[in-house]
């Protein structure tokens, strides 16, 4: 995976070349936007990491040059503004994801790995998804573990097909709000942490291997 | 009672001068009978001029301070210190006191913008070196032995917990300031009301809460985010300060939200205080929460012109958010 960052505060480009590094992810950085856009359009990426607010050219501008010319990489959006209506301006220019400074790195590594990977996503039009013995069958929305019925609620459902669908990647708490619940806010409380702990007491009952674990200072994984 | 004081007053004279002129009548000694006629007459046409023109000015006093004191009384329930006294004559002495009220307001509305901007341009620019200072931590927990790395991630929590607060005082700022109204859509309450119930009915679950509720199909002019944020926090609240075992009560009745626990309540003192930024009860501050919840949910309601109000469950808290046609 090759990530190009776009960020004119040399401190947080480095930052966040530095984390993407650690985690074996090759990183460049452009410091303004023309910069950032002769990189995008020159090299190949599979994620554009850009701030709303350069100088030579703004961010927003620089998605819909992209975008204008037919790039269909995905990008994801960072702001320092962060609030509904940026994010819904940032999205419609062509942005795939929206992120508020500050963020914990955590945040960014979990969200730029599910977009980067999103194209070559084999579950993406699957209508059965499987997870070791688990399966998920998205016509009927049935779930079986190991051929056993499991009986869960709408949101429950909704909760593992995401996870599901992301296998093998983190998905942070923030995520799965914006993705399941699809309400903008604050949790104020752990709320996601009991919805994760119902559902694996619902699929994970009488069977050995646990699904779903927990990332520490991140969020939440399925794996095979 | 000015009114009754200047009548009155007339009344006396005029009977005043009606037995003067009963004894000029029958008197002796008295040069001119007419004279003294057109003079009585006079006298009690004089008196009428001053019962009216006092009457006037009274009415016209009472109504200048009903004014000024119902001015004063909607900036104090509203907390809207952009009101103004209005001034309709500069030649009185009221016309005087309102210029003088009207200054007044003025100084103590830049007063309070004043020290809402400091407090607002400090999370603001607090943000970038704090979150640089977590940044930094991040790193150094990676690298560091398991005994420091403990305290290192407890650090990372304690600068999160810090930017999330700078982070809700802006957010607060940002919904005051009205620039969403012109996003608000028609939004059914009562599906709003069914999505936080379901998101925190298993945190209440687990804490043995019940919930109960009863909505109508009532809905309201606005915008869904903040309003889901707004219950939220109403909603955590309850379940934070009802007891384990207690019940929540949730009710949509036209237009107007309610919700009541089974806590200990808000003493009658502190129930016009809970909405203000940073304020916490004595008997809650041993809680999480950053002060700022309540806060949210008054500029939430404001934003939508609705009213928030706080009263007694016996036992607990019911707050009530009423909402009005759009």
Redo the contacts between chains.
């Keep these: 995976m090759r990530i190009l960052i776009i960020e004119d505060d040399r ?1 947080v480009a480095d ?1 966040i070349r ?1 984390g993407f590094r ?1 985690a074996g992810i090759v990183a460049d950085c452009a410091y303004d936007g023309k910069d950032g856009l002769h990189l995008a359009t020159s090299q190949t990426y599979d994620l554009l990491i850009v701030d709303r607010m350069l100088p030579e050219m703004d961010g927003i501008s620089l998605i819909k040059t992209l975008r204008g010319s037919g790039h269909t990489l995905p990008v994801l959006i960072l702001s320092a503004l ?4 940026d994010r819904v301006m940032g999205l419609r220019s062509g942005g795939d994801d929206y992120l508020v ?2 963020f ?2 955590a945040e960014l590594l979990a969200r730029a790995e599910v977009l980067a990977r999103r194209k070559t996503n084999p579950q993406a039009s699957q209508t059965v998804l499987k997870i070791a013995d688990l399966e998920m069958d998205m016509l009927a929305r049935k779930v079986t573990r190991a051929g056993k019925p499991v009986e869960l609620q709408t ?1 429950e459902f909704r909760l593992l097909e995401y996870l599901v669908r992301n296998k093998g990647q983190v998905v942070t708490r923030t995520m799965l709000l914006e993705n399941v ?1 699809d ?7 752990n ?1 996601i942490d ?2 994760i702990s ?1 559902l694996r007491g619902k699929i994970n009952a009488g069977h050995k291997i646990q699904l779903i674990r927990t990332v520490r ?1 991140a969020g939440y994984i399925i794996e095979d | 009672m000015a009114l009754l004081f200047t009548t009155l007053l007339g009344l006396s004279v005029g009977i005043l001068f009606y037995f003067g002129y009963y004894f000029a009548q029958n008197g002796q000694g008295l040069p001119n009978q007419e004279v003294m006629l057109w003079l009585t007459a006079l006298g009690i046409a004089f008196m009428v001029l001053v019962i009216l023109t006092s009457f006037a000015i009274s009415t016209f006093v009472v109504g200048r301070t009903g004014h000024i004191a119902a001015i004063a009384k909607s900036i104090m329930d509203t907390g809207d210190l952009s009101q103004r006294i209005s001034v309709d004559s500069r030649w009185d002495d009221l016309g005087y006191m309102a210029e003088t009220l009207n200054q007044l307001l003025a100084r103590i509305e830049e007063l309070m913008h004043g020290v809402k901007n400091v407090s607002d341009n400090i999370a603001h620019d607090l943000r970038t070196p704090l979150t640089r200072l977590r940044n930094n931590l991040e790193i150094l927990q990676k690298s560091a032995h398991p005994d420091t790395s403990a305290l290192c991630e407890s650090m990372v929590g304690e600068a999160d917990r810090l930017l999330a607060t700078f982070s809700a005082l802006l957010r607060i700022t940002y919904i005051e300031t009205g620039r969403q109204r012109h996003k608000f859509l028609n939004t059914p309450l009562n599906a709003l009301i069914r999505d936080v119930l379901e998101m925190y009915e298993p945190v209440a679950e687990e804490k043995g809460i019940k919930i109960s509720a009863q909505l109508d199909n009532s809905a309201c002019h606005g915008d869904r985010d903040l309003l889901f944020q707004a219950f939220v926090n109403l909603l955590d609240n309850a379940i934070k300060f009802t007891p384990a075992g207690g019940m929540i009560q949730i009710t949509l009745d036209d237009k107007n939200v309610s919700i009541a626990d089974s806590g200990p309540g808000v003493d009658m003192a502190d129930r016009e205080k809970i909405f203000e930024r940073f304020y916490r009860a004595e008997s809650s501050r041993n809680t999480d929460g950053n002060g700022l919840g309540l806060a949210l949910v008054a500029a939430v309601v404001k934003l939508h012109g609705a009213s928030i109000t706080v009263a007694d469950a016996r036992p607990g808290l019911r707050v009530t958010i009423a909402f009005r046609d759009a």
């Design positions: 401190a930052y530095n650690e962060g609030e509904i209506d400074k500050p914990a790195f949101r619940w309400y903008h806010f604050d949790p104020q409380t709320v009991v919805h119902r200072g």
